[in-house]
């Protein structure tokens, strides 16, 4: 029973060993197979316990999976390879294996022909297993375990085609970022086991329940240091410049680290550890004004993108913001809910945007390697202003498109639009700054998906690229018109005066009201959204004729090169603190090191050198002679202490 | 039996000063037999090992120089166990890839290497702190002229350098056992270590032990020795520094240090930890700045070092075991850098990181193994290196031994940051990109032999990194008597 518990994580585990050990000699379709195959076992699984859970009584439903196995036990520090399948876990684990396996079935359409196609998988379903991980995870030092090994398959996969520094810059800067959040979840975690003793889930929230008072300062301190990590890996202000860049990595990477995994941990961790956070609400402010911020900033950012998947990297960033946001607000079930949501429609939309620059791709090349995409291009097959008219060339795609995007600008009845009200309805009842944050966020949302499917699907196409585009291979339409269908239905997880989704995670996320639809703030919403798309259809409809014509909104000025350059806040990382760090880094080592430290030392070699002209002349660069010189000495010396011991 | 681990290696290194000149590959098979067989003997120690026993076990006693209270004592405890074990397994890897690094004088350098196993296992033995010291000053002979005779360009500085430092360090420390002989009137540890610390001058003492181990260790700013050793080494001489040489000074440290003089030790903590975080961020800031594979990896060193003299001296059982589990796991992990480096440096006869670039696209196993190894250096939780670091910084975080120790260890937590700052910049600039020089597209993927190198470290970094059990288990009662005996507040 423990090993079908823990199996979601196995299959993919043995997935990657298998393609790891035999790939070489399988062929594309047995590796993608086989790796595919595993990441659905998985969601078999998961979708078994979900079964089987529903079927018992709620206060059964979470279970405890010890495998009796000590993974660091020192002290009175103990951590077990412990599981914790509950509500919650399970919920993640569909979202990760369903959406994470649709995904690995649409790479062996888009890496075909890669010449690492074998390793593509293997990182892939490592990237999976180390999700699983994460979410099932019964303590927060193995949930750390996930955390990391997350960040290093980003690193791998975001770095994929290596040749490239770019894409490696890339994988390397998500890394290092992760990092500075990791700092901040490492001390939390210390600071959780100096409080409590314990690093395992149930007995620290159980310790934490029974505090009576709101606020206290340790709580405060774990929760802010917890949050840290989450602004690192759910690439919140300011830590979420890795994400836009971690586009550098083949197109499936990011539907799989934007939608299913990686950048959904922080809002997880939140859930997760929502007793800590409801016991701060000195904390839960913070994080409320950070998640509204990063849903303005980064949404505003994407207004001027003209990178395909540019614009959903920052939409991405903004929608965690949303996320972050409702769990600042204290509404978990719904954050885990746009979390759902989200993965369905943000997959769908990178994956089609996959599909629109593998078709972009057609004419300069065969169908096959993406590697070299962006050097020795004439044009670039992901800048939307050499796209145009593809609604034409690839059909499927632009409906697809077209239901992804009406899910993420919230137009009724698309999932998108059942999760982000209960979100903003939220932040109207407690936090009207926040709620004006969101509110405006959810505007430009709307605007920057109705200017992107303006730009890429119609008009004239204006380049031979667009021209000859054509729609991609079933084995990568079929899991677009999957990810359709939920993203365009998904919303009845969570109908409002229903909330089947709210009410089945409430024991884990410790409660969820059902909230009856109000009709005034989500006509409003649709309203404003419909009035974006339509704006962006009006600004944008002649906009582009040629590839070279210039942005309507370059009539900002000023503020359009600010936003454009996404707020100068990766600029001013780059010229100050990583400049600062080469500064720094090589003073140290150049001057201070050699002429400081070391300069010290050789200086009183030298002096003692040139002063004493015996010692010159035994110095005669035989090594024997100062092999025997040092024995000499040191017989000397032992002699000598021994000799003055016994005279006294 | 511990005799017999000990002189092993010296029987070898006889042997082989009895063999021909010319007949290398029975000199190489010899030397790697011998070691083989001390490791072999070690794992026999390792399984009849009492864990539970807190004491030494295995001990032998015999007087040597009885009017000075000198005696020939050997034992070994959890404290010492891993050290052995690391020793006599690290000796037969540094011995294997000797064959592709080191090509003339075969017969004096495998005679060298065999002793400095000899030396350094007496030194983690020694019960006795005449004979410790004897072993101690041995040890360095062979790496003095391992380091001179079969180094780089630059060897001759190098080797002095070396020499000067630890010789130094050893002059002060040779003061202070003779002072703690005479004073105690015998040179058993366990003898001088039942009178608690109750020493006239115990700060002055607790210095010149702490000197000599601080500049081995390396412990900032003791460490300028360091990084000319290790680059001008060759790579088996890097590797047992880096693994074993090292190690001497942290153990030092524990065994002498704490054990000898637990009010100065209590008096210097707060010293030691902020000179042991200040390496962590030095080391760590420095080796990105390097442009030396090989340098860059012995800067590394020092700031991997620095988590464990932070462990040292937060004074509770989690810094403790944890610095003694990252004694195994910078071991490792430093030891296969270097190995990885040196891989490198014998094909391209270059360690200039800039001259390379994108040697993953043309020698795949060999860029997976060392990215292996730059995990584990990176702290990497799955691999050993994470395990190690969080138990240091969970003891770190508690520990009573200096005041803030929270905002201490976030300082020291930084250096997580700045470890995958430096060595994925390593990683990239060697392995990833685009070739930069000609001279890489002749590389050619690791051989069966070099693979052999590196997979029973790779085995070892993932074996504490899944289950550490063990190796802590057999640590908990020395750590925890030791601590207890000093009178330190265990937490």
């Known amino acids: 029973m423990q090993l079908l518990f823990i199996s979601p994580i196995l299959f993919p585990l043995s997935g990657l060993l298998i393609n790891a050990a035999f790939g070489k000699r399988m062929g594309e379709r047995l590796i993608g197979a086989v790796a595919s195959l595993m990441v659905l076992a998985s969601f078999a699984v998961s979708a078994y316990l979900f079964i089987q859970m529903g079927a018992l009584p709620e206060a059964q439903r979470a279970t405890a999976v010890d495998l009796g196995i000590p993974w660091i036990q020192v002290g009175n520090l103990h951590v077990p390879f412990g599981f914790l399948i509950d509500q919650l876990s399970v919920t993640m684990m569909l979202i990760v294996t369903g959406v994470g396996g649709l995904i690995h079935i649409y790479s062996i359409g888009y890496m075909h022909g890669d010449p690492r196609f074998q390793r593509f998988f293997v990182y892939m379903n490592l990237f999976i297993a180390s999700m699983l991980v994460l979410v099932m995870a019964d303590s927060f030092l193995l949930m750390f375990v996930g955390w990391e090994l997350v960040g290093l398959c980003s690193y791998l996969l975001i770095g994929f085609w290596f040749s490239n520094i770019k894409n490696a810059e890339a994988g390397r800067k998500a890394f290092v970022v992760n990092r500075i959040g990791d700092v901040g979840f490492i001390l939390g975690i210390l600071l959780i086991f100096a409080t409590f003793g314990t690093l395992t889930f149930t007995d620290v929230f159980g310790k934490v329940m029974a505090m009576s008072a709101l606020n206290s300062p340790v709580i405060v301190a774990i929760t802010l240091l917890l949050f840290i990590g989450a602004v690192g890996k759910s690439a919140q202000i300011p830590l979420f410049v890795w994400l836009p860049d971690a586009m550098a990595g083949p197109t499936p990477v990011s539907a799989l680290i934007h939608a299913a995994t990686m950048v959904t941990a922080g809002i997880y961790m939140m859930t997760r550890a929502h007793v800590l956070y409801t016991a701060a609400p000195a904390t839960q402010d913070i994080v409320a004004l950070i998640g509204g911020l990063t849903a303005f900033v980064a949404g505003s950012i994407a207004l001027t993108q003209y990178d395909i998947k540019k614009v959903l990297a920052y939409s991405t960033v903004s929608q965690l913001g949303f996320m972050v946001a409702a769990a600042g607000l204290g509404a978990y079930a719904t954050s885990i809910f746009h979390l759902a949501t989200h993965a369905f429609f943000k997959a769908l939309l990178f994956l089609a945007a996959g599909s629109v620059i593998h078709g972009m791709e057609h004419l300069s090349k065969s169908a096959g390697a993406h590697g070299g995409a962006a050097d020795g291009h004439a044009v670039d097959p992901q800048d939307m202003r050499n796209m145009g008219g593809l609604r034409a060339k690839m059909p499927i795609t632009f409906i697809v498109y077209v239901i992804g995007g009406l899910a993420l600008a919230g137009v009724p009845p698309f999932a998108g639009f059942f999760s982000k009200d209960e979100i903003v309805a939220a932040a109207m009842q407690h936090n009207p700054l926040v709620f004006g944050l969101l509110g405006i966020a959810a505007v430009f949302t709307a605007f920057y998906i109705g200017r992107q499917l303006v730009m890429v699907f119609f008009g004239k196409p204006r380049t031979g690229n667009a021209e000859h585009a054509a729609e991609s291979a079933p084995l990568m339409t079929i899991p677009l018109i999957v990810l359709a269908v939920f993203a365009a239905i998904a919303g009845v997880l969570n109908l409002p005066g229903v909330g089947t989704l709210g009410t089945w995670l409430a024991p884990a996320v410790g409660g969820y009201e059902v909230e009856a639809f109000q009709i005034g703030v989500a006509g409003l919403f649709t309203l404003l959204s419909v009035a974006a798309l339509l704006g962006a259809w009006y600004v944008y409809r002649n906009a582009f004729t040629k590839s070279s014509d210039v942005d309507p909104l370059a009539g900002l000025g000023p503020l359009y090169i600010f936003l454009k350059r996404a707020w100068l806040i990766d600029a001013l990382y780059q010229s100050v603190i990583v400049k600062l760090f080469y500064a720094a880094s090589s003073f140290l080592a150049r001057v201070f090191d050699v002429g400081g430290i070391d300069g010290l030392v050789n200086g009183t070699a030298v002096l003692v050198r040139n002063t004493s002209g015996v010692l010159r002349r035994i110095q005669n660069g035989l090594v024997r002679s100062y092999g025997m010189m040092m024995l000499l000495g040191v017989v000397v010396v032992v002699a000598y202490f021994l000799w003055s011991a016994v005279a006294r | ?491």
């Open chain 2, 1 to 491: 039996m511990l005799s017999f681990i000990i002189f092993l290696p010296l029987i070898g290194a006889l042997l082989i000063a009895l063999l021909p000149r010319a007949s290398t590959s029975l000199i190489r098979w010899t030397a790697l037999g011998f070691s083989l067989l001390t490791f072999v003997a070690s794992v026999v120690v390792l399984m009849d090992f009492n864990t539970t026993q807190a004491g030494y076990q295995f001990v032998e006693s015999y007087q040597w120089i009885p009017q000075y209270g000198i005696g020939y004592k050997l034992g070994v405890d959890g404290i010492s166990i891993w050290m052995l074990m690391l020793t006599t397994f690290i000796f037969p890897i540094a011995l294997w890839t000797s064959a592709g690094a080191v090509h003339d004088r075969l017969k004096e350098y495998y005679a060298l290497i065999l002793l400095m196993e000899m030396a350094t296992l007496g030194v983690f033995l020694s019960l006795d702190m005449f004979l410790f010291y004897v072993f101690w000053e041995f040890a360095l002979v062979p790496m003095y002229f391992i380091i001179g005779v079969w180094g780089g360009e630059r060897r001759i500085y190098a080797s002095m350098k070396f020499f000067v430092f630890t010789m130094a360090g050893s002059v002060l420390m040779l003061l202070a056992i003779v002072f703690l002989g005479i004073n105690g009137g015998t040179f058993d540890l366990q003898a001088l270590v039942a009178k608690n610390g109750q020493w006239a001058a115990s700060a002055p003492l607790f210095l010149a032990f702490a000197i000599a181990f601080a500049i081995k260790v390396p412990l900032f700013p003791f460490h300028s020795w360091l990084p000319d050793a290790h680059t001008e080494a060759p790579t088996p001489g890097s590797v047992i520094l880096a693994a074993v040489l090292l190690k001497m000074g942290a153990y030092g440290l524990i065994r002498f240090n704490l054990a000898l003089f637990p009010d100065a030790s209590r008096q210097f903590a707060p010293l030691m930890i902020v000179l042991g975080i200040v390496g962590i961020l030095y080391g760590a800031i420095v080796a990105f700045a390097q442009t030396d594979a090989k340098r860059l990896v012995a800067y590394s060193s020092i700031s991997h070092m620095g988590y464990i003299v932070l462990g040292i001296f937060s004074l509770n059982q989690l810094g403790l075991q944890g610095a003694l589990l990252q004694m195994v796991n910078h071991g490792i992990s430093t030891g296969g850098l270097f190995l990885i480096v040196g891989f490198l440096y014998e094909r391209r006869h270059t360690r200039e990181m800039a001259t390379f670039g994108g040697v993953w696209g043309k020698m795949p196993l060999y860029g997976t193994l060392a990215l292996l190894f730059v995990l584990s250096s990176v702290g990497l939780p799955a691999l050993n290196g994470f395990v190690g670091e969080f138990v240091i910084l969970q003891g770190a975080f508690q520990s009573t031994a200096i005041q803030y120790p929270q905002y201490w260890t976030a300082f020291a937590a930084c250096g997580m940051i700045l470890s995958a700052v430096y060595l994925l910049t390593f990683y990239q600039k060697i392995f990833l990109g685009e070739s930069r020089n000609a001279a890489n597209d002749k590389l050619i993927d690791l051989n069966w032999r070099e693979v052999a190198a590196v997979v029973p470290l790779l085995g070892v970094i993932f074996y504490i990194g899944l289950y550490s059990l063990p190796f802590f288990t057999a640590m908990n009662a020395s750590v925890a008597n030791l601590l207890s005996a000093v009178g330190i507040v265990m937490r």
